[in-house]
């Protein structure tokens, strides 16, 4: 079974600085994807970046972009420039190559974007 | 397009009844999922349709949770005799094979 922790319950960033969510995964598939999730207050999910195992290059989406690990098993998420309409939670997610769909999350972070 | 639908948004309902939760997916998609999310966590998947086809189903689910997308378009989810464990957020997503998954807004149920 995958698990996907995230050891950052809270974080707090100033406006149009940097931060950098974490998450770490466990599985013994050789093909997968990740992703980050954002669910602001409104509850719904919403896509923000995702990264198919067998690619070495990081993804990258205008002001977001990963750190992709593989032999550490490792996924961060690093915001650029960040906005107050940044502020929600976000999760990592997991799903293997054969159920695509069928998505492990983490336990969230909680992301405050001070002005 | 007005992207994936739920209904309703939210239901109080007391312990021992039973409540049925639709969801409208984006037209083209012929993927369906069901996930549930409790306060504080991450969404646990709950079960998948490819068209009318439930492929598959999480330990989850029990012999009280069915699910169906009977013409393989819009989806329910039934709870029987709902308990205050159940008290959580459902949420439905869809997406065509292998793409990107768009989530609706959510129910939110609370069993008293």
């Known amino acids: 079974a995958q698990t996907v922790t995230q050891s950052q319950p809270e974080m707090s960033v100033q406006e149009a600085e940097t931060v950098t969510l974490s998450c770490t995964y466990d599985t013994s598939e050789s093909n997968y994807y990740l992703f980050w999730y954002k669910q602001p207050p409104s509850r719904q999910m919403i896509l923000v970046i995702r990264q198919e195992a067998y690619k070495q290059q990081n993804a990258t989406e205008n002001r977001f972009s990963v750190n992709f690990q593989k032999a550490a098993k490792s996924f961060s998420l690093k915001i650029s420039d960040s906005q107050l309409g940044d502020t929600a939670m976000y999760f990592c997610a997991f799903s293997g190559g054969t159920s695509y769909g069928k998505l492990t999350f983490g336990q969230g972070t909680i992301l405050t974007v001070h002005p | ?112």
């Open chain 2, 1 to 112: 397009d007005t992207g994936v639908s739920q209904d309703p948004r939210h239901k109080i309902t007391k312990r021992g009844q039973n409540v049925t939760f639709r969801c409208d997916p984006i037209s083209e998609h012929n993927r369906l999922y069901w996930y549930r999310q409790t306060l504080g966590q991450g969404p646990e998947f709950l079960t998948y349709f490819q068209n009318e086809a439930q492929l598959e189903k999480s330990r989850l689910l029990s012999d009280r949770f069915s699910a169906e997308r009977p013409k393989g378009s819009f989806s329910t989810l039934e709870i029987q005799r709902t308990e205050q464990g159940d008290s959580a957020m459902y949420l439905c997503a869809s997406s065509s094979e292998n793409e990107k998954l768009f989530f609706g807004s959510g129910t939110q149920l609370s069993v008293l």
